[in-house]
């Protein structure tokens, strides 16, 4: 079946660019996204990027997708700490309806 | 903004013991799933629900697990008599389309003792 990978934990200062970095195994994705996830709240969808996308820039955030390497990444510019959190790629494909399949959430710790 | 509400926050119960997760998922919204994670684990798709009736289920939704729309409000899930190995934080999520933007609700932890 369908498997998305990512690192487990990422530390930065503030002020720093983070690169969460992320694979994935279906040839067929139509989206990809990056969710957030605050402690003690639910994953809010940051991002998507369609499959004919390679790139997508909103303010801060720049999703980066290598289709031919199944890589999508997410940098966030100027890291702040509020930042912190765990952020989750996903993918969804027609064969599975559209429903998005998860990875495991990469923790972004951001400190002074 | 609207929200996925999910009751209870936590939940400890007894192996063999019958829990129902409940979920109220935004109003307008006509698709709803539960997803879980075990701890360290990946988010695991169950189900989704659209029309009354389940859409698709993945294999870890076996014969313990239901879900149901009982009032046109509450999304349930049901686990008839849960194991160890279902502890985990189990989330609740609706859209307005099959697999388009979904909101989460803040999960219910399950502990199985």
């Known amino acids: 079946g369908e498997d998305v990978e990512q690192s487990l934990f990422l530390s930065v200062r503030e002020g720093d660019s983070s690169v969460i970095n992320c694979t994935y195994t279906d040839s067929s994705s139509t989206y990809l996204y990056w969710y957030k996830q605050e402690p003690g709240a639910g994953l809010q969808l940051l991002t998507y990027?369609?499959?004919?996308?390679d790139m997508k820039q909103d303010q801060r955030l720049t999703v980066l997708l290598n289709k031919k390497d199944k890589h999508l990444s997410l940098r966030i510019a100027d890291t702040q700490t509020g930042d912190s959190a765990i952020y989750f790629c996903a993918e969804s494909s027609s064969g599975g309806s559209y429903i998005p399949t998860f990875g495991r959430g990469t923790s972004l710790i951001v400190h002074p | 903004e609207p929200e996925v509400t999910q009751t209870p926050s936590h939940q400890v119960t007894q192996m063999g013991q019958e829990v129902i997760l409940r979920c109220v998922p935004i109003s307008n919204h006509l698709y709803f799933y539960w997803y879980r994670q075990i701890l360290g684990q990946k988010v695991e798709f169950l189900v989704s629900?659209?029309?009354?009736?389940?859409?698709?289920k993945s294999e870890i939704f076996d014969d313990q697990f239901s879900v149901e729309r009982p009032d046109g409000s509450n999304f349930t899930l049901k686990i008839r008599s849960t194991k160890l190995e279902d502890s985990a934080m189990y989330f609740c999520?609706?859209?307005?389309?099959?697999?388009?933007?979904?909101?989460f609700g803040s999960g219910t932890q399950l502990s199985v003792l």
């Open positions: 999520a609706s859209s307005t389309g099959s697999g388009e933007k979904l909101f």
């Open positions: 990027i369609f499959s004919n996308m």
């Open positions: 629900f659209y029309n009354n009736e389940i859409s698709e």
